[in-house]
């Protein structure tokens, strides 16, 4: 129950494509799931998070869904720029351990 | 700039060593994490600290442990390392004691075990 699973491992886009990238878990208790971006040899940062009282949240081209039937959530990146070339990490906060669990990283290059 | 500040930036040692990783939070901030990034792999949570206790433990090997001190900076100690060991390792901080909250990434330490 403690591990996510992201997929893909490795997308490629064309410049102002969308990207989706999608995160399943097995443990219900989940109710935390932020996204963290990491540029080459920098430092992760948190890009968007969503709580489990909500089923959709947006900012500018950025928007997380979860589906806590399903277990799933997913991050859509829209019109797809050369700087959003990156690591994505997604993440659940796991209320037994009092910890984030983080899933194995999507990286996404933008072509221009 | 995340205001997270971690020392050293590299480190190369060999076998057999102990290494003490050093992280000072954001102004402010009472909670520490501590992370470990292996190549092309994600973040592993190794231990969380609040206000000097220990809070959390994730899958931090009992060749490791940390330490919050009263100023609040935190220090990650590695001993009897292996080549496996080899790894970034980042701290990360944040205000509530909670981790169902934004936390902020120090740069990183990269170890390399000779």
């Known amino acids: 129950g403690e591990n996510v699973e992201q997929h893909p491992s490795t997308l490629s886009v064309q410049e102002g494509d969308s990207a989706v990238i999608k995160c399943t878990y097995s443990?219900?208790?989940?109710?935390?799931f932020p996204w963290y971006k990491q540029e080459l040899g920098k430092r992760p940062q948190l890009i968007i998070d969503?709580?489990?009282?909500?089923g959709e949240k947006k900012d500018q081209r950025i928007a997380v869904t979860l589906n806590k039937t399903a277990k799933h959530f997913s991050l859509h990146i829209t019109e797809t720029q050369p700087e959003d070339s990156a690591v994505y990490f997604c993440?659940?906060?796991?209320?037994?351990?009092?910890?984030?669990?983080f899933g194995s990283g999507t990286r996404l290059q933008v072509q221009p | 700039d995340s205001g997270v500040t971690q020392t050293p930036k590299h480190l190369i040692t060999a076998t057999g060593q102990r290494v003490t990783l050093r992280c000072s939070p954001r102004?402010?901030?009472?909670?520490v994490y501590w992370y470990q990034q292996s190549l092309d792999q994600g973040l592993q949570f190794l231990i969380q600290?609040?206000?000097?206790?220990?809070?959390a433990k994730g899958n931090i090997l009992e060749r490791f442990s940390a330490q919050q001190f009263p100023d609040l900076h935190s220090e990650l100690n590695l001993s009897s390392l292996e080549l496996g060991d080899s790894a970034l390792y980042f701290c990360?901080?944040?205000?509530?004691?909670?981790?169902?909250?934004?936390?902020?990434f120090g740069p990183g330490t990269r170890l390399t075990v000779l």
């Open positions: 993440a659940r906060y796991d209320t037994g351990r009092r910890a984030l669990t």
């Open positions: 990360a901080s944040s205000a509530q004691e909670s981790s169902y909250n934004e936390q902020f």
């Open positions: 600290y609040y206000n000097g206790e220990e809070r």
């Open positions: 102004s402010g901030d009472l909670s």
């Open positions: 443990d219900s208790a989940s109710n935390y």
């Open positions: 969503i709580r489990s009282n909500v």
